[in-house]
């Protein structure tokens, strides 16, 4: 689904990703090796992801500070990957898009593909959760942290968005042994916040599959947050006519600039 390359971004030793859409969904033509993503479909397509890590990163200071409130030790070295959006310009030095970018030409205000700049991660990746199967797969803390903290999202939105397909690379954190998170996928009743995203679908597979761990307990999510689907967002109301629920046309939460 992406398309990676790995450049150096001239300052220091620093090694940075750069990705952008090949193809919107994993039954697209896989041998083809040319992209069916447009330019603009990419760019929007990246925009969500940074919303994503964004609204991530705020959900994730959110659960430590609540677990400190419940005066509860969870796995704090944890963070999202810090990213950007770089678009190519048509300025004298790049006459063309690069090769990499598959474009022939920049589009009429000068723009050519844009890309989504990462830290480059260690090559380990440690996967907590599925696109659609939330159990854990461990009991260390990191793990069960992960899976409270998806918890957590969950009814801390009013059970309006699930993080699925969570991923990390092992990396220091503020000083300790940590973890980088990267790549998240999101479910949200609409099924509007990028690729991935199962709409309902997604959400239920989140109060189907996940498993109350032990800090959950402790945070006391069963009694806080219940595992279940709110009655305002199960669908559109064939009544009135409105796209239903928390969603409609509401997508403040999703709403960002390009800086994640
Ligand atoms: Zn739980």
């Known amino acids: 689904m992406w398309g990676k390359r790995e450049v150096n971004d001239g300052k220091e030793d620093r090694r940075v990703v750069v990705k952008r859409v090949y193809r919107a969904s994993d039954d697209d033509d896989r041998l083809s090796t040319s992209s069916n993503v447009t330019a603009v479909q990419n760019r929007a397509l990246l925009e969500a992801d940074c919303v994503r890590i964004s609204l991530g990163r705020k959900l994730l200071a959110d659960f430590f500070s609540y677990a400190k409130e419940m005066d509860v030790a969870i796995f704090t070295a944890i963070e999202f990957t810090p ?40 090559a380990a990746v440690i996967q907590f959760t599925s696109t659609l199967n939330h159990k854990a797969r461990g009991t260390d803390l990191q793990t069960l942290t992960i899976h409270s903290f998806a918890h957590y999202v969950f009814g801390a939105t009013n059970g309006t968005l699930v993080m699925a397909d969570i991923q990390g690379t092992p990396a220091t954190v503020r000083g300790n042994d940590g973890l980088i998170l990267f790549d998240i996928m999101t479910h949200t009743p609409d099924g509007g916040s990028g690729l991935g995203d199962f709409g309902m679908d997604g959400i239920e597979s989140f109060v189907n599959s996940h498993q109350c761990n032990q800090l959950c307990k402790r945070l006391e999510f069963d009694e806080v947050f219940p595992l279940e689907l709110a009655a305002d967002v199960l669908g559109p109301d064939v009544t009135d006519g409105s796209e239903g629920g928390i969603t409609g046309d509401d997508n403040s939460a999703f709403s960002g600039d390009d800086q994640a």
């Not at 048509?90 to 006459?95: C, D, E, G, L, M």
């Open 83 to 122: 990213a950007y959006l770089a678009t190519e310009k048509s300025i004298q030095v790049t006459r063309a898009p690069s090769v990499a970018s598959d474009l022939e030409s920049f589009d009429s205000s000068g723009d050519g593909i844009t890309w989504l700049v990462e830290d480059k991660r260690a």
